[in-house]
């Protein structure tokens, strides 16, 4: 985890970080979860990687969430005509980062339809996930 705190340190500050670890602890006490993550932002909560234990090819690496996820989902629409979302979904949530200009679904809805994680926290998952419509959706 101390390779996780140095990224946080770096990209928003030792100050944020300290204030952020005081608060999460002592909000975590009485119950309430996720403080950290909501003070650091989006940037340090959508890291990914530095698994050492779960997953020894990601020991060594961070995978950062996309600058402008719109502008890659507009992108990926325009160059390959596949529609789609960039999220940061996990056991605990989802988060919609961007989308494509052409989904007018809501990210209320978007939440729903990936709530329970399809890309799942197992080794054997993939980054993408295809979604079709049903008949009755």
Known sequence: MAINMQYAINKVGLGKVLIASILGGLTKIIGIKGVFYKIVGREVSGLDGFYDGAWEEYRDIGIEIPLYPNQVCNAIK???????????????????????????????????????????????????VLIRKKDNF
């Open 78 to 128: 325009d160059k390959l005509g596949i529609t789609c979302i960039i999220v940061d979904a996990n056991d605990f949530g989802v988060v919609i980062l961007g989308k494509s200009k052409d989904l007018k679904l809501t990210n209320r809805i978007l939440k729903k339809i990936i709530k329970d994680n399809p890309a799942s926290q197992l080794k054997e998952k993939t980054p993408f």
